[in-house]
């Protein structure tokens, strides 16, 4: 399954996918009623990659925050049949990825909000969508940013962005 | 004003972009330097907000007027600076010393003089050095949130100034950083732990008393720093509140570590992709919980091997959990039988604060029995305060029957945990309790409340076969909801993506497996 396909999954389409939400949303409700102080929650046993996983992911979920965000981060990198969560794209030529080492794909998920967090506070098209969307940042980068992609970023991006 | 013109997707491309420098042997210190500025530009105002609101006023000025009055050292040998692989925790500060030894207005001379012996079993964190170390910490602070200040209100737009105050804060946060995550000033805030102001009763500001709309994730971050808070099951105490206090004041220099080094270790041939899963927004519909959990779509039959209930089993459970109590008969009297006011009792707002109503009135009450609740919580609290709580004490049998007329609003199953709520309510009258030991306590058994108030709530709800959305619902959670669920169901795909009822599954954004899952271990819990 390409990515197009996977888009073409998320387009709406059917009334059905309206039920859909609403099950989303009542399953979500529900659970949120159980959750459970975090210094009752049983300690969960991790082994020392995973935790080593959980803690780059943390940090990265950290860095994703800027002032109102919400995020959550998942990776994935194991197996290549379906690349629901990201594409893969290849290596660089003529170099052989290392077998243990897969590539890295992170999904974020940003809390969508009906307004913006604060009077004034620039409205976000990335979490005001309309419908559930998966979106590749690539696909909607200011032009002097993409322009500029190998040369020195942070520049661009105080000189256009700040 | 507020300075943002990107929006998120630019803001995880440029991440990507400047991740992707520092991959292997093409890490240079400009590159990293370049992606820590940038993490600095992009979140500076809530750097800002978190180092000057919530509890940070207070624990700011408290360590600033200590450094003018004269306090005594302590040993900490239980704080180890070196970790079981034989790193050492206080290598980043020792390394940092001589820079801050030349720049600092803070004289280290003690401190300087430490990092040239060649003992290597020394504590940089000693008699001679602990004063310094304060001071030294106090400077660092303040440079820090002065460096902050400047660069939000920064109204240039010449980009060599904007870079010279992003390195300013890069500066002092990265030194700061250095202090912060090393033994020393575990053991440090050990030595003034009987020092520390945390304001009334431990309390912070609640999050509805801040009133700047900064979301609840760093509201629930401050939260996190009250002292006597329990995490883990003990209580966090004074020393430890300031620790975690100021981790989060570098907590994106820590992030920026973490996943530099962690992109380092990479080769040059693994590419790093990141996307963006944007949920729908939020609104107030659902779908009637029976309905969803008998539909097959949703909560599909799944094979006996798992040993999992379906969704009729978890239905029959949640129907069962809302069939009406034989106590609840007994507090009612002979309206029971009367369809209409046995509904409006379930969902009462709590005998206690309902017992002088008219006839009519309860049965408009749709706000489930949190109210009453809520009573008890600001009761509880109140026995915080120091000043009060020997009046409080009087008045803890009277809690206790408020208590108790809140059984009726809970599931028969939840009897346990109420019972024990109030033992330990009726606990506080114990002769000896300390002041540490009765602010555990109370927050003990306000966490407790919480969570029966919690599951009124659902008792109520489902029994009206409706739910709410938002409220008690974190933006986090439903982040990860949506992402797990995702994530999950391109499992299932990899699994066995010809399965026609994966495919159905996949094609239409279905939620079954895993909240199915998560929900009946919560049920279970």
Redesign the interface.
Known sequence: ?DLNALKA??SPQ?D??N??????????????????????NP?IHKTKEEQ?KL??L???S?????????????S?NK?T??Q?????????PG????PT??????????????QP??K???A???????????????D???EE?SAN?DG????T?????? | MHRRKESFGTHAWMLKMLLRRLKGNQQSDYDMTSFLLYVIAASSDKMHYRITNGPSPLYFECLVKLSKTSFDFMEHPDIRSIRPDGSNRDQLFLDAIPLLAECATTKIPNLLQQTMTEDKSFNIYNKDTYIEFHNLLCELLKRFRGSLGDLISLKSKDVKEIRNALISVQIMGDLLWTMVRSAASERHLNTINHLLEFGEGGVVPDREQEGDGQGDGLDTEFEQLKPYNVSQGRPLLPWQSYRDWLRLQTLYFDASEIVAQYIASLPPSVNITIKILSPSLPDTKMLPWERMLLDSRYFPEIPKYIQQPSGKDLCDYLIKFTADRPDTMEHNGGAENDGRGSKARKGDGGKAKNKGRKEGESSKNTKGSGMGFDIVIDSIRRMQDSEVVAMDLVNLDSVVNQMKGLKNCLSPADDIHFDNTCQRILKLKAAGLTSGGRLTLIMEILEMIKVLKKRSLLYHNLRTKSLRCGENFTGTRHCEACIVSLSYLSGIATLGHNDPLVQKLLSEFLVSYFFFHTLLDSLCQ
């Open positions: 399954m999954l998320f059917l059905l996918r039920n859909d939400i609403l099950a989303f949303r009542t399953i979500t409700t529900m659970l949120s009623f159980f959750e459970t102080p975090s210094n009752s300690p080593d803690r780059v943390d940090a990265l950290t860095l994703f925050v800027r002032q109102y965000e919400i995020v959550a981060v998942a994935e197996g049949g379906i629901v969560i990201a594409s893969v794209e290849p290596g660089l170099v052989t990825p290392e080492l897969d590539p890295l794909r992170f999904v974020v998920s940003p809390n969508a909000r009906t967090p604060k004034g506070y620039p976000d098209e990335f979490v005001t969508s309309l419908d559930i969307s998966l979106v590749n940042p690539d909607n980068i200011p940013l992609q020195d970023l942070l520049e991006f105080l000189r256009t962005q700040w």
